[in-house]
């Protein structure tokens, strides 16, 4: 039997929850290499600009924080236990696709 690659992604409001599922996901077997998160960097920078800009003004801060997204590269023999874990850390949406190539 032929494994496929499979991507899975899913997305998160920023919080502890989504530290969570990333370690959860190492330790339950998938390398730290196959998870690759996007926005988070973006966030962190343009937050921290956000802060410094408005630290004088009476603005309130936004009361939903941006989506980050998590994108898994796993077998897919290993799809229901990485839908699981995110499912059970609160994500937003859940999707699979197989990886080209």
């Not at 998160?12 to 998870?35: A, D, N, T």
């Not at 990485?82 to 080209?100: A, F, N, R, S």
């Amino acid at each position: 039997m032929v494994s496929v690659k499979l991507l899975v992604i899913g997305t998160f409001e920023y919080s502890i929850e989504l530290e969570q599922v990333l370690e959860e996901l190492e330790h339950s077997g998938v390398p730290r290499k196959k998870l690759l998160i996007a926005a988070a960097i973006g966030f962190a920078a343009g937050f921290g600009l956000y802060l410094v800009f408005n630290k004088t003004s009476n603005r309130n801060f936004p009361k939903k924080l941006p989506e980050v997204v998590v994108i898994v590269q796993c077998q897919d023999i290993q799809i229901k236990q990485v839908t699981e874990i995110l499912w059970k850390y609160k994500v937003l949406t859940v999707g699979d696709v197989t990886e080209p190539g």
